[in-house]
């Protein structure tokens, strides 16, 4: 059995409390939501705080409910429960569909939603045992200065793996991250940025609250679809999230599109806004699925063959548009 | 470090040369404070409740709920087995709602409800999911049974009535390595009050012909009786259907063990005492190890043992060992070798030492490729010829091939003239097909805890082989053999990885002997892929000549293959037995690479071979415009034409066919659709071994109880069960329960290994004549209480009775009128009647697929698995081992695969996220047919399955992907990729 580092546990009831322990401890803390990717990553010594926040017992994360024309979400929302609630589920079914996906069930009813958008990125030359890090002469992540993925590479290429991001940004969600300096409210496409290594703006000493997520006014379809090799326990090798608000007549008022699992962060799909206004039908699904696959270049950042990745994408668009656009209850 | 003056202080052993130079003993009184030392954090205590009571318990923040719970608690029935996430075998209800034991901190848990395995029944009522997995066999070697109790348990809480796909979801995230998910499915439904569907045909149930001479042929088709047994040997037996117990499909005896938690694997052995080991292991390939510094690991407090390594057991061995001579220490030779290892008070410390051993190494130049290996330029592994001695139950290489560079081989084997073979031929095919290398991946990693004392040494070892584990160390340490006691009682999987003690165990010895204090030695999951044993890789070019009609003119096979530093890496017997034909050859070459060692894995060879083979044939099927399995039936005959293993695969060529519904196979590539379907036929072979190594004591004790003594270990096929069963037959006995094995350690007589399903081949047969002896000594103790002799005696139902009379008196009561305290009996393996004749068993699997094209996803939908295995004693476990044949070929066909990084040479998927094992939603619908099948050689005539259901799975899957397809995957594993690229080259 791998061991963990010490560190010092603490288990605030509030968030107040919360934030006070992060004001005194900040850069040497961790925060730690359901541990299934923390725990692993420090018996690996990628982290080794000398501080621990456990936000389990603090009830005001727990909650999830409609306020102010949103459905909030509460940070230490369980990926399980997240998957079960019926709102979400008949609102917004590719969010359902994303946390039920994520890994398997014991570790959906430990994850938190706010601990899968703070998810560490992956990569094959970083999940690893400390003795094996060591090994390769670490990495630009963690403790080295070369990248093994991108011979020459500055920039950390390790994936981003939440199933929950790209279905959230294809949502248009918010975060509310708060710290002891204050509060602030981040469209999600202004929290994660392209660097692997810190692939959030999240300061040390700031914790996710709550995500919310507009409700829709018209009618709004949504679709998730994920690759991975076995079908289940899997890191995604690439995901699929679109969302699009529909007339009437069927044509797309606008339409959002992330790619993930591929980067460091998920792409939301660019130059597809001459679509807006016209029929989902196939060629323009065909077409979502090319300006998908120009802009995303997979790399050899986890064991599965890039090349396979990329060819996905179109597949995968137009899966999961026609997951979204088909009748009845997804 | 070392003062050759403390080996003075070694217990026993008067007159034994210790060739390690370099154990320490540390009296923590000499140690001084630590450098580099991890500060310890406090510890809290928390109060929580477990399985219903109150406790408290003082943790370190850093104590995971899995490490509370086995290493302060003693609740063992927890497992760790991939340490991150990814495998739920630690799964504990926390307040009703699985989690995992290994993610989950202690201190987290503050208040809170948590149930493990050893609390879900109420007392002796075990929980309706318990009760289910023991009556359907969902547990083969029962590591991963505890957290799939769970896992089930906590489903039933949530939904009454689950579906097959609810219980398939529930357990999504649980790993099981033998193979037991459609049967944890099965014991879903039953556990909520559904009915399971059927899936277990016994072929027939005939009665066999009249005579006392032992039964030859198949049961419903050829069944006849032959000779009498020898003298000496007890009467034959009728077939299964005349028996009571035997060939009954009958719930695993050491059942509730697995479902409670309570079965005790080395993993979980915890002694007073006992210390905690850690490996330091070559961060480098090839590398010399310059010099070692233990001393600032030595002074670490707690650390009670430093112990450098100074031979390897694992590989090939230098056939001049001058060439090394010399070096102080063993050359590395894969990334990942042992150099040292430490013992310390807690597993925290051990670690924390293993890091401060510095090690200077000199590296050298390596090659973890297969074809780089085989240059003329490339790094040789070993810098002269090798040989590989037949150490710990591996039959080793044969002897004195040449060897040019990194190139052992070729390894010839031939009849006929297979150049005059092909010249005649109307018909020329050939292949070229890889395979890739394949982790064995037990759940319970290998592990010993060793226990050194001035009377002898015992280690308890995660071994197939407690025989074979034994002779290892007591050769090592110059120890009689006597002196040295293997336990090994339950055992999380081996696959034939597992037939010593090995490097670490020795490691783990000379710690105990250090520190006069029981080691525990276990892998760590990294540590498990990386050096504890591999399928190896293989290149194979087939060629095959054929008359118009199908038969073979020639056949050739050569390949070369590499087992890292291993030989070992042929494609077995397979092409040379199978199919009729007057000229063969085959010519096999191991190729060493800088990786971890090759070990035997279930039907070592024959997987690899088969993959090759029985896609030729299958192609050959095409060209001639024929059936595939017409062909077969075709091909596979030989000289005999009653020979028994051919005529068993006729009959399981029409069942099967039957049952899978073979005629509604279409023309290769002719599914319109983008999802499309294929299906596709492939046939087994594997010999029949004896192990003369089997023999066992039968007792009967005066209170009426049954005992059976022997050294051989239940791996997880039953082994235990069958035994009893056996027994219990011929006693006479109520049911297997009523036999009490005592198994699986050294202080009884020597058994077989368990492996190369030659388990019960070797001991069945003991069981029953061992038992036979003992039924004459009861009966001729107790004869004088009925007033007749002891023939006119019999034992039925729990009952001795006088022959002819309906009723009789319970064996317990007759027992108690012995003479004796206790009548033994030993029995010890002779050679099969007539000899040990060359036969063997099989099988032939049908598969269905399905392909995305767009995807290159395959998936493999169903399996229909027909198989012989002699006399199956027990159907239910036959069958369980059946299911695991198929899910290992699956996972070998479609996700495992070896990946080492041809940079530092390391493997980059050392982990069970990454190192994919096949999961329970990727597992078809399996359906077993199995026949009886008597060749008349033993008084039992059993069998081993284990190796012969892994053989035709891969095979039938690529033969399924071609007749879904049309275009043929030669290369394994048939990733989405491979298959993409496959339709692409076809359509180009």
Partial sequence: ?330 | MSDPSQLSRRGFLGGASVTAATSALLDSAAAHAASGAEPVSGATPITLTLNGAKKTLTVEPRTTLAAALRDSLGLTGTKVVCDRGACSACTVHVDGTPMLGCTLLAIELEGRKIVTIEGLAKGDALHPVQQAFIEQDAMQCGFCTPGMVMSCAGLLTKNKKPTEADARDAIAGNLCRCGTYPKVVAAVLQASGQKPPPTLELASTALAPDGQGRLLGVVGTSLSRGEAPPAGEPQAWGTNAQLRLVGKPTPRIDGRQKVTGAARYTADVRLPGMLYARRVVSVHPHAKVKSIDTSAAEALPGVKAVHVVERTLEGAKLRDPSQVKGERYPTIRYAGQAVAAVAATTPELADQAARLVKVEYEPLPFTVDLEEARGASAPLVFPGPTEQPPTAGGGGAPKGLPQKGNVRGPDVKSRGDVKKGLAEAKLKLSGDYRTQVQTHTPLEAHGVVADWRDDGLTVYVSTQSTASARNELATVFELDAGKVRIISEFMGGGFGAKFGAGTYGVLATHLSRAAKAPVRLVLDREEEHVSAGNRPATVQHLELGATENGTLTALSVQSYGTGGVSTGSGAGFFAERLYATPNFRSEHSDVFTHAGPAAAFRAPGNVQGAFALEQLIDELAEKLGVDPLELRERLDVGEDPRDPQREARRLERKLGAERFGWARRKAPGSDGAVVKRGVGVAQSLWGRFVDMDSSCDVRINRDGSVELLSSVMDIGTGTRTALALVVAEELGLASAADVTLRIGDTHHPVGPSSGGSKTLVGVASVARNAAADARQQFLAEVAGGFGVPATALELVNGEVRKQGEPKGKPFKKVAAGMKREQLTAHAQRKDDYGGNPKSGYGGVQFAEVSVDTETGVVKVERVVAVHDCGRPLNPLAVQSQVNGGVIHGISFALFEERRLDPRSGRMLNANLDQYKVLGSRDTPHIETVLLEHYQGLTSVDANGIGEPANIATAAAVANAVYNAVGVRLRELPMTPRAVLTALKGARS
């Fill in chain 1, 1 to 330: 059995m791998l061991t963990l580092p010490p560190f010092q546990f603490h288990s605030p009831k509030s968030v107040a409390e919360a934030l006070t322990l992060l004001e005194a401890h900040g850069a040497k803390a961790k925060l730690h939501a359901g541990g299934t990717d923390l725990v692993p990553n420090m018996k690996h010594r990628l982290f080794t705080p000398e501080h621990v926040i456990g936000l389990r017992d603090v009830a005001e994360l727990h909650r999830i409910g409609e306020r102010d024309g949103a459905l909030a979400i509460g940070s230490m929302v369980t990926l399980a429960d997240l998957a079960r609630d019926e709102r979400v589920r008949a609102i917004f079914p590719s969010l359902s569909s994303a946390a039920a996906q994520v890994a398997g069930p014991q570790l959906r009813e430990m994850g938190t939603l706010g601990g899968n958008l703070a998810l560490d990125t992956r990569c094959v030359y970083y999940n690893q045992t400390y003795f094996w890090r060591k090994a390769l002469g670490y990495c630009l992540k963690k403790d080295g200065t070369v990248c093994h993925v991108v011979k020459g590479g500055q920039k950390c290429v390790a994936a981003a793996s939440n199933d929950t991001a790209p279905v959230l940004l294809s949502l248009g969600a918010t975060v509310r991250l708060q710290s002891p300096r204050g509060s602030r409210e981040l469209p999600l496409d202004q929290f994660y940025v392209a660097d692997g290594i810190r692939n959030t703006v999240l300061e040390p000493d700031e914790l996710i609250t709550e995500v919310r997520v507009l409700l829709p006014q018209g009618r709004l379809v949504t679709g998730y679809q994920k690759l991975r090799l076995r079908a289940s326990i899997d890191y995604p090798a690439l995901t699929v999230a679109v969302a699009a608000w529909l007339e009437k007549d069927g044509t797309a008022q606008w339409i959002r599109m992330v790619i993930s699992a591929l980067g460091a962060r998920p792409h939301a799909v660019k130059r597809i806004e001459h679509l807006f206004g016209k029929p989902l039908d196939a060629a323009a699904i065909d077409e979502l699925g090319q300006a998908a696959y120009k802009q995303c270049h997979p790399l050899t950042n986890i064991n599965v063959d890039p090349g396979w990745r990329r060819l996905m994408i179109p597949v995968f668009v137009r899966r999961a548009w026609q997951q979204a656009l088909a009748p009845g209850p997804q």
